[in-house]
């Protein structure tokens, strides 16, 4: 019983020292967008889903620029960027749509890069 108690107290400790890698800002950064999903009807029967996923990314900050969007690490591509006239610079509240080469649930991870760091979205 001791023996088991004090593996999990030993778990515990290194669980608690243990950092968060996948943000390259630190965990009390916010990030300057917030990330969210809409769909549409596919254009035609040929359409490969049912329906249009598109990631819709959002200033929440006075200003952004976003370089690069990786989803699911690269296997969901984008097709096309959506709204805010092309450019990738972002006041508050105004957005880009990115629409996706994968349905909009089977995706897992989103890395946005931006001139304020980089961010990790899990869903």
Not at 1 to 14: D, E, Q
Not at 50 to 65: E, M, R, T
Request: with cysteine.
């Amino acid at each position: 019983m001791t023996k088991i108690v004090l593996s999990l107290c030993v778990l515990f400790a290194l669980s608690a020292c243990s950092s968060n890698d996948n943000n390259d800002s630190s965990a009390s950064d916010k990030a300057p967008v917030e990330l969210s999903f809409s769909t549409d009807e596919a254009p035609n029967e040929y359409y490969p889903f049912p329906y249009i996923s598109y990631l819709n990314i959002q200033s929440v900050v006075d200003h952004v620029s976003i370089f690069h969007v990786s989803i699911n690490r690269g296997n969901c591509s984008v097709s096309s960027w959506l709204g805010n006239n092309g450019s990738s610079y972002l006041k508050f509240g105004q957005s880009r749509q990115a629409s996706l080469r994968c349905q909009d649930t089977q995706v897992k991870e989103v890395v946005v890069d931006t001139d304020q760091g980089s961010y990790t979205f899990n869903f």
